[in-house]
Antibody, heavy 114, light 107 residues
């Protein structure tokens, strides 16, 4: 069965960077794009961007373009999202979701605090 | 960017009631619309894709309809487990955009 297993919660300092992961199983990793979505506490869903694991092609929401780097490792079927220059505004749950959002990871909670 | 206007933002409904949530896109999205349900502390769960196609395993009381700019999600007979927040998403164009959400509570 398709599963997207995300990395554990993170606590980071303002100004730091963090890299979280989304390990895919149960399907051919390179056959589907991977999207990332942000949800701040009590707020709605925001699309960050996506990566095509086969080609490495990425597309970003302009709002997150300077904040985010998406990568993928075909050998381990894992997608990664790095967030840089962290501020309190980056504190949120981050989800990965396959292709047309048919499967979602369980989310990684990022807390940015000094 | 395509703006997705979802309504209502919150609602109360009784068990057994028919519930409809709507999403209006700022332009034609060619039925590239999905609906999700989210419960507290959980990931969104996909209910409907391509405007009206029910995801396997989702109860048949859920249905989607619409075309062009206007779409709706209907629950034919509300059950207790249907409480949660519902979101629409357009995937016709980048950036993908979500509706603001509808919080559905049981009266």
């Amino acid at each position: 069965q398709v599963q997207l297993q995300q990395s554990a919660a993170e606590l980071a300092r303002p100004g730091a960077s963090v890299k979280m992961s989304c390990k895919a199983s149960g399907y051919t990793f390179t056959s589907y794009t991977m999207h990332w979505v942000k949800q701040r506490p009590g707020q709605g869903l925001e699309w960050i961007g996506y990566i095509n694991p086969s080609s490495g092609y990425t597309e970003y929401n302009q709002k997150f373009k300077d904040k985010t780097t998406l990568t993928a490792d075909k050998s381990s079927s894992t997608a990664y999202m790095q967030l840089s220059s962290l501020t309190s505004e980056d504190s949120a749950v981050y989800y990965c979701a396959r292709d047309h959002f048919d499967y979602w990871g369980q989310g990684t909670t990022l807390t940015v605090s000094s | 960017d395509i703006k997705m206007t979802q309504s209502p933002s919150s609602m109360y409904a009784s068990l057994g009631e028919r519930v409809t949530i709507t999403c209006k896109a700022s332009q034609d999205i060619n039925s590239y619309l999905s609906w999700f349900q989210q419960k507290p502390g959980k990931s969104p769960k996909t209910l409907i894709y391509r405007a009206n196609r029910l995801v396997d395993g989702v109860p048949s009381r859920f249905s989607g309809s619409g075309s062009g700019q206007d779409y709706s999600l209907t629950i034919s007979s509300l059950e207790y487990e249907d409480m949660g927040i519902y979101y629409c998403l357009q995937y016709d164009e980048f950036p993908r955009t979500f509706g603001g959400g509808t919080k559905l509570e049981i009266k």
